[in-house]
């Protein structure tokens, strides 16, 4: 009887354990990311060259994990990473109203829409960003997603790429 009892309380631990450390549950964070390159200083270069507005969207891809990620795009040096939290839709909202975009260029304000375009690849439609060209969209969009990097509970990070020897930062 003694050898139930203290199975059932190593087992109630473990799991507990897991339960503290999030492991016991089966959802994630469903993550998008875009690959950035960084200073020599490993910060995000914030510009429009990063932030290419091609055509009619700004793109993303999912990935299941940071390491995937670099992985899955071994050039990278840095990432700027949305998270979409779980289960995602087709649509998601990126950014909230009271987070500005600093910048005299005509923009639409947060939160811009993150869209599920196919397979893997999501995208922030131009019209989300600003009603002008593609060149102003992505130097706003570099704007606008530094202020989300730098906010705390925006659901935008910076993570590590694969560039040596440095830690990303916004």
Not at 51 to 61: I, N, T
Not at 136 to 146: C, F, H, P
Not at 153 to 164: D, Y
């Amino acid at each position: 009887m003694d050898i139930i009892k203290r199975r059932s309380r190593t087992i109630a631990v473990t799991l507990a354990v897991l339960a503290a450390l999030g492991l016991a549950t089966s959802s994630h964070a469903y993550s998008v990311y875009r690959k950035v390159r960084a200073d020599d200083k490993t910060r995000v270069m914030w510009t429009a060259e990063n932030f290419p507005v091609k055509g009619s969207s700004l793109s993303f891809y999912y990935f299941p994990d940071d390491a995937a990620a670099r992985a899955g795009m071994p050039s990278s040096q840095c990432f700027v990473k949305i998270d979409l939290g779980q289960p995602p839709g087709k649509r998601f909202p990126v950014g909230k109203a009271a987070i500005p975009i600093v910048t005299p260029l005509p923009r639409n304000p947060f939160p811009w829409e993150i869209v599920f375009d196919t397979d893997s690849h999501w995208i922030i439609p131009r019209s989300a960003i600003t009603t002008s060209g593609s060149d102003v969209a992505s130097t706003v969009a570099a704007v606008g997603l530094k202020s989300l990097a730098t906010t705390r509970g925006s659901h935008v990070t910076v993570v590590n790429g694969n560039k040596p020897g440095g830690r990303c930062v916004p």
